[in-house]
């Protein structure tokens, strides 16, 4: 009797847990559903960072600002949604594809550069900004100005991001720590844990505005990253859709004004907006 209990119990336990698995899987969205019928529904799911201020943040009160917002804003509204429709979710670097994959967002704009090796798991729209790898140093620092300058430094980046795949492939002297978020790098290089962050360029400059003079951006950007709109792979409906929204997006001049409301805090002035690829 007593196994025969156990057995039931341990049987509701895993039914149980495949309809959980099969939930999280569809997401906030529902069933099999694509982008684009969320869109008709009028509401979608977008994937952002929460932890970068001038592109992707969720500040104290709720709510979110940053460049990639108002892209992913504008975005939703050519797609007929509005923006208190939308429900951000956090993107961290390592988990976007999956979020993609798996339904859990209609689309992501996070700072998220388009990759042939990313391309074999999602599909991109754009580019719509073209950043580069640099680093990010306490403002005393003398002896970093580039990636020939890292032999036997601690740098940190992040698990799953194009510059910590650059640091470990490229510049194998480095002591590269790989955390889950630039946060946690930002806290220890205040505590000196690591002599430097690396990441892009326009995301080093927020941090860069917001430390009080504790941290500054040092060398030339030795990468490009050319950032996309991350979409589930096949749509190609959704893509053109999406690439017709960041079109009209630069012709109208709202991303330009975006991103001087933005990124222009940081002291950056607004480039050409960069040509679209559409394959
Ligand atoms: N653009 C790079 C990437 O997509 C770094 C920024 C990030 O981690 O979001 O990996």
């Known amino acids: ?30 069933g099999d559903k694509t982008a684009l019928d969320h869109a008709k529904d009028g509401k979608l799911t977008v994937g952002i960072k929460f932890d ?3 592109l992707g943040l969720r500040n104290k009160d709720g709510s979110y600002s940053g460049f990639d917002v108002e892209v992913a804003k504008y975005v939703a509204g050519k797609l007929g949604v509005k923006p208190d429709a939308i429900t951000f979710k ?44 640099s680093f990010l140093v306490r403002a005393d620092n003398t002896d970093i100005d580039g990636p020939e300058t890292l032999k036997g430094k601690k740098v940190c980046s992040v698990k799953g991001s194009t510059p910590a795949q650059n640091i470990e492939k490229n510049f194998p002297d480095t002591q590269l720590q790989a955390n889950d978020t630039y946060s946690l790098c930002l806290e220890g290089l205040r505590a000196g844990s690591w002599d430097a962050v690396t990441t892009d360029d326009i995301i080093l400059a927020g941090y860069a505005a917001q430390s009080s003079g504790a941290f500054k951006v040092v060398g030339k950007p030795f990468t490009t990253e050319n950032y996309g709109i991350g979409l589930k792979k096949g749509d190609k409906q959704l893509r053109d859709q999406v690439n017709n929204a960041i079109e009209a997006m630069f012709a109208d001049g709202s991303w330009k004004k975006a991103f001087d409301a933005t990124v222009g805090a940081s002291g950056y002035q607004a480039p050409q907006p960069p040509a679209l690829n559409r394959y």
């Open 1 to 30: 009797m007593r196994i025969n209990h156990a057995l039931r119990v341990g049987v509701g336990v895993i039914a149980l847990t495949l309809a959980a698995a099969t939930a999280s899987a569809c997401g906030g969205g529902g």
């Open 52 to 54: 970068q201020p001038g």
């Open 90 to 133: 956090e993107a961290p670097s390592a988990q976007r594809e999956t979020l993609i994959e798996n339904g859990q967002v209609d689309y992501v704009v996070a700072t998220y550069s388009i990759t042939d090796k990313r391309k074999e798991k999602v599909d991109f729209a754009g580019p719509y900004y073209v950043a580069g790898q």
